[in-house]
């Protein structure tokens, strides 16, 4: 079969581009906690164990947020949310810029009649907001025994259309929550 480039390059671009956009998802617990025994769960209210129970996120993407977290646990088996509950849950988004600067050859040349050592060196800066959402469990005392956070690029986040932001917002939630609870430890 031959070889087409046609084929190739936007391969190669649709690769790029989902590279670029990818999340990476993170936990932290105490493993000393029964997680694996939580049954329910609450909100955490505004004020409550000292902070919010959602921050950095607009109305509208608090809402998807929490109809994401609501199905998600809800998948698993903890019902909720209940005023009586196991665990409380807050949640939040944070941004932060960030500035990448690479730094490369293009080759070493020589310049001039005495062949003089000469080349190029070339310099990239790329500026990007880079989004962390958080989402907290802790128990009624206030204190936290799960953390579980997802970690993306937020260039064009805020052209999306309301579907795609709770496309979003749900596989964030989904991949967060996909880590609880953790692996029982071994006795």
């Known amino acids: 079969m031959p070889f087409k480039l046609t084929t190739l390059i936007p391969a190669l671009a649709a690769a790029l581009l989902t590279s670029c956009s990818g ?21 955490a209210g505004e004020g409550e164990d000292g ?4 921050s950095g996120l607009s109305s509208l993407d608090a809402e998807r947020v929490e109809r ?17 509950a196991d665990v409380r849950v807050r949640y939040g988004l944070t941004r932060r810029e960030k500035v990448d600067v690479d730094a490369w050859s293009s080759g070493i040349g020589w310049y ?14 790329t500026e990007r907001t880079v989004g962390t959402l958080t989402i907290d469990l802790v128990e009624p005392d206030g204190r936290l025994v799960w953390r579980g ?29 996909e880590q609880f609870p953790p692996p029982a430890t071994g006795s």
């Open 51 to 54: 902070e919010a129970r959602a």
């Open 149 to 177: 956070w997802a970690v993306r690029n937020l260039e064009r986040v805020d052209a999306l259309e309301p579907a795609e932001r709770e496309e979003l917002f749900t596989e964030l939630v989904d991949g967060i929550l």
């Open 23 to 43: 999340v990476r998802y993170y936990r932290d617990y105490d493993p000393a906690a029964d997680l694996a025994g939580v049954a329910s769960w609450g909100w």
């Open 68 to 84: 994401a977290i609501v199905a998600a646990l809800g998948a698993k088996g903890v019902s909720g949310p209940a005023d009586d």
């Open 112 to 125: 001039g009649p005495g062949y003089f050592p000469g080349g190029n060196l070339q310099y990239t800066v």
